[in-house]
């Protein structure tokens, strides 16, 4: 099992920025592939983005040229860059270890979340 540990969020005016880091655990970090997930209040958790660990990267729609996901193997880290943020980006953002996917079901190993607030 890998301890997962998000940072990064708070609040930001619409049209801003944040960046978001996922630090783990353990030595394995590289092996797997990694991923970004939100949830809203009263919404379904739902797919950010996602990185192989080849590097390979998808986005859902909503966050197609406005975040970019990557990773730093040294230092066990996975990262989320956000911009052009909209009120609708308001959610608590999870990271996640698992397989290269859209799906939830398909990672084994979550933070606790970190709170991305967006003002219009």
């Known amino acids: 099992q890998v301890h997962l540990v998000e940072s990064g969020g708070g609040l930001v005016q619409a049209g801003g920025s944040l960046r978001l880091s996922c630090a783990a655990s353990?030595?394995?970090?590289?092996?797997?592939?990694m991923g970004w997930f939100r949830q809203a209040p009263g919404k379904e958790r739902e797919f950010v983005a996602t990185?192989?660990?080849?590097?390979?990267?998808t986005y859902a729609e909503s966050m197609k040229g406005r975040a970019t996901i990557s990773r730093d193997n040294a230092k066990n880290t996975l990262y989320l860059e956000m911009n052009t943020l909209k009120p609708e980006d308001t959610a608590v953002y999870y990271c996640?270890?698992?397989?290269?996917?859209?799906?939830?079901?398909?990672?084994?190993?979550w933070g606790q979340g970190t709170q991305v607030t967006v003002s219009s």
């Open positions: 996640a270890r698992g397989g290269y996917s859209i799906l939830s079901g398909d990672y084994d190993s």
């Open positions: 353990g030595r394995t970090f590289s092996n797997y592939a």
């Open positions: 990185i192989s660990r080849s590097g390979s990267t």
